[in-house]
């Protein structure tokens, strides 16, 4: 992953400097009683290209003084390859640690940080725009508009798209048609209506309902942000090769809210409804951006709040969720959907 340093190909900078390893050693150049453990897999897992683990151990077993004005004087480096030639041997002799998160920043921070920082700009705009609202219809016993309860279908057809919500009606667009005779009632007063006289293109039709009979329900989107969300369905913190982390979260988006989010800080990467898709969602969303931003390491961390489908009754979710409803009624009935 790492190329290590321009300029190393072909030339090892350490003509006729075997004459000289003696004579360092004896001048203290090496303490041989903690020998370094350069173990190849664990550097190059820490950034180091094999040219550098080769350069140090050489340098190592010459007796060199690994400081970066011995490193600059005599071998001839500058400073940036000094002190990194200096950083592979601390970490290979056991001087510096890099077991924590914090520690593993601080790291990548000193590799890689201070040659381009990873930022939200290097996402791509949000893709999703819209987050269609959605409800739930219950204890209708109408003949012409009872098709319309939840409750009569697979947990994939419960769902209606609403158009409108006020404290007065609740409109729908939807492809389920009730059953109409010849010149029948399109309307039963205090119930439900047919808006559309004729259907759209797509075949949907607009029908309005009493709010009574219907209740909006929350809905959850996948962003990513640098800055770690307080309150969470569930996190992923991912660690970037620049040191810097990206946090890739579920939040409850409330029943009657259009789509809110901060364009400036934060990236929309999926929404959904079922809680049971919440947690893959998050994951496969967390996969895309650690494979696009170079991560190094990723995180999950627990919930610190619950995803409510159904809002509870008074909760404050908008207007339109505040009509004269028999609660108590309507929340068994959805309680008796299966979701």
């Given at each position: 992953m790492y190329d290590g340093f321009d300029g190393y190909d072909g030339y090892d900078g350490y003509d006729g400097y075997d004459a000289q390893a003696e004579g360092l050693y004896q001048q203290g150049g090496i303490d041989y009683s903690s020998p370094p453990d350069f173990n190849y897999k664990r550097l190059m897992g820490l950034g180091f290209s094999k040219i550098e683990i080769d350069t140090c151990q050489r340098l190592f077993q010459q007796g060199a003084k690994f400081t970066t004005s011995f490193l600059q004087q005599v071998c001839g480096y500058d400073y940036e390859t000094a002190s990194r030639i200096k950083y592979l041997y601390?970490?290979?002799?056991?001087?510096?640690?890099?077991?924590?998160?914090?520690?593993?920043c601080k790291h990548?921070?000193?590799?890689?940080?201070n040659k381009r920082k990873v930022t939200i700009a290097d996402l791509p705009p949000s893709n999703?725009?819209?987050?269609?609202?959605l409800c739930l219809i219950a204890e209708i016993t109408d003949p012409l508009f009872y098709c319309y309860n939840s409750g009569l279908y697979d947990i994939n057809q419960r769902f209606y798209q609403v158009v409108q919500a006020t404290s007065s009606k609740t409109v729908i667009k939807t492809k389920r048609k009730p059953e109409i005779k010849f010149r029948g009632a399109k309307e039963t007063e205090g119930v439900a209506k047919i808006l559309s006289e004729e259907p759209n293109?797509?075949?949907?039709?607009?029908?309005e309902f009493n709010p009574k009979y219907t209740r909006l329900c929350n809905r959850y989107i996948i962003l990513a942000s640098p800055k770690r969300p307080e309150f969470h369905l569930g996190c992923y913190e991912l660690i970037l090769v620049d040191g810097s982390k990206m946090f890739v979260f579920g939040r409850t988006l409330p029943a009657k809210w259009e789509l809110?989010?901060?364009?400036a800080q934060e990236r929309v990467i999926d929404f959904g409804i079922f809680p049971d898709e919440l947690k893959p969602r998050i994951e496969r969303a967390a996969q895309k951006v650690h494979k696009?931003?170079?991560g190094v390491k990723a995180?999950?961390?627990e919930p610190t709040s619950v995803f409510e489908l159904i809002p509870k009754p008074g909760a404050e979710y908008g207007a339109g969720d505040d009509a004269?409803?028999?609660?108590?009624?309507l929340e068994q009935a959805l309680d008796n959907i299966d979701i």
């Open positions: 601390d970490i290979a002799q056991g001087k510096i640690e890099i077991e924590t998160d914090d520690e593993l990548l921070k000193k590799m890689f940080g999703v725009t819209e987050v269609p609202k293109p797509d075949g949907s039709i607009e029908v809110k989010y901060k364009a696009r931003l170079a995180k999950y961390l004269d409803v028999d609660e108590g009624a």
